[in-house]
Protein backbone atom coordinates (compact mmCIF):
# COMPACT_ATOMS: atom_id res chain seq x y z
CA UNK A 1 0.00 0.00 0.00
CA UNK A 2 1.55 3.39 -1.05
CA UNK A 3 0.82 6.50 0.71
CA UNK A 4 2.22 10.18 1.37
CA UNK A 5 4.82 10.69 3.96
CA UNK A 6 3.98 11.04 7.07
CA UNK A 7 5.24 11.33 10.55
CA UNK A 8 6.47 8.44 11.24
CA UNK A 9 6.24 6.12 8.45
CA UNK A 10 6.08 7.27 4.93
CA UNK A 11 5.94 10.03 1.76
CA UNK A 12 3.80 9.70 -0.66
CA UNK A 13 -1.10 5.09 -13.15
CA UNK A 14 -3.60 3.58 -15.10
CA UNK A 15 -4.05 3.26 -18.46
CA UNK A 16 -0.79 3.78 -21.13
CA UNK A 17 -3.08 4.54 -23.85
CA UNK A 18 -1.26 8.31 -25.55
CA UNK A 19 -4.32 10.09 -24.98
CA UNK A 20 -5.95 9.03 -22.42
CA UNK A 21 -6.16 10.90 -18.55
CA UNK A 22 -6.45 9.14 -15.72
CA UNK A 23 -10.02 9.90 -14.06
CA UNK A 24 -9.20 11.06 -10.56
CA UNK A 25 -9.53 13.93 -8.69
CA UNK A 26 -6.82 16.60 -8.72
CA UNK A 27 -5.73 18.48 -5.72
CA UNK A 28 -4.99 16.20 -2.78
CA UNK A 29 -1.47 14.54 -1.51
CA UNK A 30 -3.82 11.47 -1.70
CA UNK A 31 -3.09 11.54 -5.58
CA UNK A 32 0.65 11.29 -5.63
CA UNK A 33 1.90 9.91 -8.58
CA UNK A 34 -1.24 9.73 -10.72
CA UNK A 35 -0.65 12.46 -13.47
CA UNK A 36 -4.20 13.52 -15.25
CA UNK A 37 -2.29 13.36 -18.65
CA UNK A 38 -0.53 9.87 -19.11
CA UNK A 39 3.13 9.73 -20.00
CA UNK A 40 4.24 8.24 -22.97
CA UNK A 41 6.19 5.07 -21.79
CA UNK A 42 7.95 3.71 -24.98
CA UNK A 43 8.89 5.72 -27.44
CA UNK A 44 11.61 4.26 -30.36
CA UNK A 45 13.98 7.74 -30.28
CA UNK A 46 17.99 7.31 -29.64
CA UNK A 47 18.63 11.20 -29.21
CA UNK A 48 17.35 12.27 -25.74
CA UNK A 49 18.28 12.36 -22.17
CA UNK A 50 20.02 9.46 -23.39
CA UNK A 51 18.47 7.13 -25.69
CA UNK A 52 14.87 8.43 -24.65
CA UNK A 53 12.64 10.87 -25.71
CA UNK A 54 10.94 14.10 -25.01
CA UNK A 55 8.02 13.39 -22.07
CA UNK A 56 4.54 14.74 -22.79
CA UNK A 57 4.01 18.05 -21.01
CA UNK A 58 2.72 18.24 -17.84
CA UNK A 59 2.54 13.73 -17.88
CA UNK A 60 5.24 14.10 -14.98
CA UNK A 61 3.92 16.77 -12.71
CA UNK A 62 6.39 15.78 -9.78
CA UNK A 63 9.13 16.93 -12.00
CA UNK A 64 11.16 20.32 -11.27
CA UNK A 65 14.24 21.58 -12.05
CA UNK A 66 17.06 22.91 -9.10
CA UNK A 67 19.39 25.68 -9.97
CA UNK A 68 22.47 26.75 -8.09
CA UNK A 69 23.57 29.99 -9.03
CA UNK A 70 27.61 28.94 -8.82
CA UNK A 71 28.79 32.86 -9.86
CA UNK A 72 27.62 35.99 -12.09
CA UNK A 73 27.69 33.81 -15.11
CA UNK A 74 27.47 29.79 -14.29
CA UNK A 75 24.73 28.04 -13.49
CA UNK A 76 24.40 24.13 -12.18
CA UNK A 77 21.37 22.22 -12.80
CA UNK A 78 20.16 19.08 -11.50
CA UNK A 79 16.01 17.05 -11.02
CA UNK A 80 14.06 16.55 -8.16
CA UNK A 81 10.65 15.41 -7.41
CA UNK A 82 7.76 17.37 -5.74
CA UNK A 83 7.34 15.16 -2.34
CA UNK A 84 4.17 15.97 0.06
CA UNK A 85 2.97 15.63 3.86
CA UNK A 86 -0.26 13.51 3.96
CA UNK A 87 -3.50 14.85 3.07
CA UNK A 88 -2.30 18.12 1.62
CA UNK A 89 -3.63 20.24 -0.90
CA UNK A 90 -0.50 21.89 -1.77
CA UNK A 91 3.53 20.94 -0.95
CA UNK A 92 6.88 22.87 -0.70
CA UNK A 93 8.93 20.10 -0.58
CA UNK A 94 11.67 18.96 -3.17
CA UNK A 95 13.44 15.51 -3.32
CA UNK A 96 17.07 15.99 -4.70
CA UNK A 97 20.54 14.59 -4.62
CA UNK A 98 22.46 15.81 -1.63
CA UNK A 99 25.54 16.71 -3.87
CA UNK A 100 23.61 18.98 -5.95
CA UNK A 101 23.44 21.27 -3.18
CA UNK A 102 27.43 21.64 -2.76
CA UNK A 103 29.13 24.33 -4.99
CA UNK A 104 31.94 24.95 -6.47
CA UNK A 105 34.98 24.77 -4.07
CA UNK A 106 32.83 21.38 -2.81
CA UNK A 107 31.42 23.08 0.32
CA UNK A 108 27.42 22.96 0.43
CA UNK A 109 26.16 26.66 -0.62
CA UNK A 110 23.63 28.65 0.96
CA UNK A 111 19.72 28.13 0.32
CA UNK A 112 19.73 31.31 -1.24
CA UNK A 113 21.98 30.15 -4.01
CA UNK A 114 19.18 27.80 -5.58
CA UNK A 115 15.82 28.09 -7.03
CA UNK A 116 13.11 25.60 -7.90
CA UNK A 117 11.46 25.82 -10.79
CA UNK A 118 7.66 23.44 -10.51
CA UNK A 119 5.02 22.16 -13.35
CA UNK A 120 7.02 22.98 -16.50
CA UNK A 121 8.30 21.33 -19.51
CA UNK A 122 10.53 23.75 -21.08
CA UNK A 123 12.46 25.52 -18.45
CA UNK A 124 13.07 28.23 -21.17
CA UNK A 125 9.37 29.00 -21.20
CA UNK A 126 9.12 32.79 -19.80
CA UNK A 127 5.79 31.81 -18.08
CA UNK A 128 7.73 29.36 -15.67
CA UNK A 129 7.30 29.30 -12.02
CA UNK A 130 10.68 29.84 -10.11
CA UNK A 131 10.60 29.42 -6.15
CA UNK A 132 13.52 30.26 -4.03
CA UNK A 133 14.93 27.69 -1.37
CA UNK A 134 14.04 28.82 1.98
CA UNK A 135 16.35 26.19 3.80
CA UNK A 136 17.29 21.97 3.17
CA UNK A 137 18.85 19.57 4.85
CA UNK A 138 20.92 16.98 4.04
CA UNK A 139 22.15 13.64 5.47
CA UNK A 140 25.66 12.73 6.74
CA UNK A 141 26.92 13.21 3.06
CA UNK A 142 30.80 13.71 2.58
CA UNK A 143 31.55 13.55 -0.93
CA UNK A 144 30.76 9.82 -0.74
CA UNK A 145 28.53 7.07 -2.73
CA UNK A 146 26.12 6.72 -0.02
CA UNK A 147 24.15 9.27 1.76
CA UNK A 148 23.19 11.36 -1.12
CA UNK A 149 19.67 12.76 -0.24
CA UNK A 150 18.62 15.91 0.71
CA UNK A 151 15.01 17.56 1.28
CA UNK A 152 14.56 21.24 0.12
CA UNK A 153 11.58 23.28 1.67
CA UNK A 154 10.50 25.81 -0.51
CA UNK A 155 9.90 29.77 0.23
CA UNK A 156 6.30 29.08 -0.27
CA UNK A 157 3.88 25.74 -1.22
CA UNK A 158 2.28 25.29 -4.57
CA UNK A 159 -0.75 24.24 -4.95
CA UNK A 160 -1.97 20.93 -6.46
CA UNK A 161 -3.30 21.06 -9.99
CA UNK A 162 -2.86 19.50 -13.60
CA UNK A 163 0.65 20.67 -13.89
CA UNK A 164 1.72 19.69 -10.38
CA UNK A 165 1.45 16.89 -8.63
CA UNK A 166 3.82 14.97 -6.02
CA UNK A 167 5.36 11.83 -6.49
CA UNK A 168 4.43 8.63 -3.77
CA UNK A 169 7.67 7.29 -2.51
CA UNK A 170 7.62 3.29 -1.21
CA UNK A 171 7.35 2.36 2.28
CA UNK A 172 10.63 1.43 4.40
CA UNK A 173 10.03 -2.56 4.22
CA UNK A 174 9.07 -2.35 0.78
CA UNK A 175 10.78 -4.43 -1.65
CA UNK A 176 12.67 -3.28 -4.44
CA UNK A 177 11.16 -4.21 -8.26
CA UNK A 178 12.98 -7.02 -9.96
CA UNK A 179 15.32 -6.83 -12.81
CA UNK A 180 12.40 -7.49 -15.45
CA UNK A 181 10.29 -4.09 -14.51
CA UNK A 182 10.53 -1.36 -16.26
CA UNK A 183 10.97 1.49 -14.89
CA UNK A 184 11.57 5.40 -16.03
CA UNK A 185 14.12 8.34 -15.59
CA UNK A 186 13.33 11.71 -16.79
CA UNK A 187 15.31 15.90 -16.48
CA UNK A 188 16.56 18.24 -18.33
CA UNK A 189 20.19 16.82 -18.35
CA UNK A 190 22.37 16.81 -21.66
CA UNK A 191 21.27 14.16 -24.34
CA UNK A 192 24.47 13.73 -25.14
CA UNK A 193 28.26 15.36 -24.62
CA UNK A 194 27.61 18.11 -26.16
CA UNK A 195 23.98 18.74 -26.79
CA UNK A 196 22.03 20.49 -24.39
CA UNK A 197 18.11 20.30 -23.47
CA UNK A 198 15.57 22.60 -22.86
CA UNK A 199 12.43 20.40 -22.83
CA UNK A 200 11.93 17.39 -20.16
CA UNK A 201 12.98 14.51 -21.76
CA UNK A 202 12.53 10.76 -20.17
CA UNK A 203 13.85 6.93 -20.37
CA UNK A 204 13.08 3.51 -19.83
CA UNK A 205 15.49 1.44 -17.61
CA UNK A 206 15.76 -1.41 -15.53
CA UNK A 207 17.67 -1.89 -12.35
CA UNK A 208 20.41 -4.12 -12.17
CA UNK A 209 22.40 -5.63 -9.31
CA UNK A 210 24.22 -7.85 -11.51
CA UNK A 211 28.55 -7.93 -11.73
CA UNK A 212 28.46 -4.36 -13.16
CA UNK A 213 26.95 -2.31 -10.32
CA UNK A 214 29.62 -0.55 -8.55
CA UNK A 215 27.56 -0.35 -4.92
CA UNK A 216 30.02 -2.38 -3.22
CA UNK A 217 29.45 -1.78 0.64
CA UNK A 218 26.18 -0.06 -0.42
CA UNK A 219 23.97 -3.00 -1.15
CA UNK A 220 21.40 -1.47 1.26
CA UNK A 221 22.26 2.51 0.30
CA UNK A 222 22.34 2.35 -3.07
CA UNK A 223 21.22 0.76 -6.32
CA UNK A 224 21.93 0.58 -10.52
CA UNK A 225 20.33 0.69 -12.91
CA UNK A 226 20.36 1.22 -16.90
CA UNK A 227 20.98 -0.95 -19.79
CA UNK A 228 23.79 -3.11 -20.08
CA UNK A 229 23.72 -2.78 -23.90
CA UNK A 230 24.13 1.00 -23.57
CA UNK A 231 22.53 4.22 -24.92
CA UNK A 232 19.48 4.73 -22.36
CA UNK A 233 21.28 6.52 -19.20
CA UNK A 234 21.13 9.46 -17.43
CA UNK A 235 23.95 12.26 -18.10
CA UNK A 236 25.08 15.37 -16.69
CA UNK A 237 22.26 17.58 -15.36
CA UNK A 238 20.03 14.79 -14.26
CA UNK A 239 21.63 14.46 -11.37
CA UNK A 240 18.85 14.45 -8.12
CA UNK A 241 15.98 13.51 -10.08
CA UNK A 242 13.79 10.78 -9.32
CA UNK A 243 13.88 6.90 -10.67
CA UNK A 244 10.34 5.55 -10.98
CA UNK A 245 8.12 2.97 -11.70
CA UNK A 246 4.31 1.79 -12.25
CA UNK A 247 3.22 -0.23 -8.80
CA UNK A 248 -0.83 -0.75 -9.47
CA UNK A 249 -2.26 2.71 -9.97
CA UNK A 250 0.53 5.03 -9.00
CA UNK A 251 3.74 5.82 -10.20
CA UNK A 252 6.70 5.37 -7.40
CA UNK A 253 9.84 7.03 -6.77
CA UNK A 254 12.69 4.23 -6.19
CA UNK A 255 15.58 5.63 -6.52
CA UNK A 256 17.15 9.21 -6.49
CA UNK A 257 20.19 9.37 -9.45
CA UNK A 258 23.40 10.05 -7.79
CA UNK A 259 26.07 8.70 -9.84
CA UNK A 260 27.06 7.76 -13.23
CA UNK A 261 30.07 7.31 -16.10
CA UNK A 262 31.12 9.68 -18.34
CA UNK A 263 30.60 9.73 -21.45
CA UNK A 264 26.63 8.85 -20.73
CA UNK A 265 25.28 5.77 -21.79
CA UNK A 266 28.27 3.39 -22.77
CA UNK A 267 27.74 -0.20 -22.65
CA UNK A 268 28.06 -1.83 -18.72
CA UNK A 269 28.20 1.03 -17.29
CA UNK A 270 25.49 1.52 -14.69
CA UNK A 271 24.24 4.65 -13.06
CA UNK A 272 24.06 4.39 -9.06
CA UNK A 273 20.99 5.17 -7.52
CA UNK A 274 20.11 6.40 -3.77
CA UNK A 275 17.74 4.05 -2.69
CA UNK A 276 14.30 5.60 -1.09
CA UNK A 277 12.97 2.94 0.67
CA UNK A 278 16.60 2.76 2.86
CA UNK A 279 15.95 6.34 3.81
CA UNK A 280 12.40 6.71 4.16
CA UNK A 281 12.08 7.71 8.20
CA UNK A 282 15.01 9.89 7.18
CA UNK A 283 13.02 11.44 4.97
CA UNK A 284 9.97 11.98 6.40
CA UNK A 285 11.69 13.41 9.66
CA UNK A 286 13.17 16.05 7.59
CA UNK A 287 10.00 17.10 5.91
CA UNK A 288 8.36 17.19 9.43
CA UNK A 289 10.97 18.75 10.99
CA UNK A 290 11.45 21.86 8.57
CA UNK A 291 7.44 22.09 8.19
CA UNK A 292 7.00 21.88 12.09
CA UNK A 293 9.99 24.50 12.79
CA UNK A 294 8.47 27.11 10.25
CA UNK A 295 4.79 26.25 12.22
CA UNK A 296 6.68 27.34 15.49
CA UNK A 297 8.81 30.39 14.14
CA UNK A 298 5.18 31.50 12.46
CA UNK A 299 3.38 30.91 16.27
CA UNK A 300 6.54 32.96 17.64
CA UNK A 301 6.21 36.16 15.60
CA UNK A 302 2.52 36.48 16.07
CA UNK A 303 2.61 36.54 19.75
CA UNK A 304 5.78 39.03 20.36
CA UNK A 305 8.18 41.08 18.01
CA UNK A 306 11.52 39.65 19.62
CA UNK A 307 13.26 37.45 17.06
CA UNK A 308 13.37 33.38 17.72
CA UNK A 309 16.53 32.48 19.47
CA UNK A 310 18.95 31.26 17.46
CA UNK A 311 19.25 27.13 17.87
CA UNK A 312 21.29 24.70 16.25
CA UNK A 313 19.70 22.33 13.93
CA UNK A 314 22.04 19.65 12.65
CA UNK A 315 22.11 19.08 8.89
CA UNK A 316 20.50 21.99 8.05
CA UNK A 317 20.75 24.88 6.10
CA UNK A 318 18.87 28.10 6.10
CA UNK A 319 18.71 31.28 4.95
CA UNK A 320 15.52 34.11 5.76
CA UNK A 321 16.31 36.48 2.15
CA UNK A 322 18.53 36.71 -0.16
CA UNK A 323 19.86 39.60 0.75
CA UNK A 324 20.88 38.68 4.21
CA UNK A 325 23.23 35.72 2.34
CA UNK A 326 26.32 37.20 2.91
CA UNK A 327 25.56 37.91 6.83
CA UNK A 328 24.46 34.04 8.05
CA UNK A 329 26.77 32.27 9.40
CA UNK A 330 25.68 29.32 6.32
CA UNK A 331 28.81 29.98 3.93
CA UNK A 332 30.90 29.02 7.21
CA UNK A 333 29.19 26.10 8.34
CA UNK A 334 28.37 24.79 5.12
CA UNK A 335 30.71 22.10 5.13
CA UNK A 336 29.95 20.77 8.89
CA UNK A 337 26.57 20.72 8.04
CA UNK A 338 24.72 22.31 10.32
CA UNK A 339 23.51 26.09 10.79
CA UNK A 340 22.28 27.94 13.11
CA UNK A 341 18.64 29.36 13.41
Known sequence: MYKPIAAKSTLPVKDETETGTINTTNGSSENCGRPKYHPILNLNKKNRIVGGWEARPNSLPWMVLVKQRISKILVRTCGGSLIALPFANSSNLVLTAAHCLLGKDMEYNTPGAFTVIVGNHNYQDPQKTIIN?????THNFFHEKKNDVAVLRLSRS??????????????TADEMPDE??????AGWGITNERSKNTKLNMVSVKIDQSIFCDNENYENEMFCAGNLSGHKDACKGDSGGPLFCKRDDHFVQYGIISLGKVPCGLPFHLTLYTRVSYYKKWIDDAAINMTNVQKN???????????PKRKLINFMMETRTDDDLTNTPSALLAAFNKIYE
Open 133 to 137: VAKYI
Open 158 to 171: VDFNDKIQPICLPE
Open 180 to 185: HTECFI
Open 297 to 307: RNRKRAKSMIL
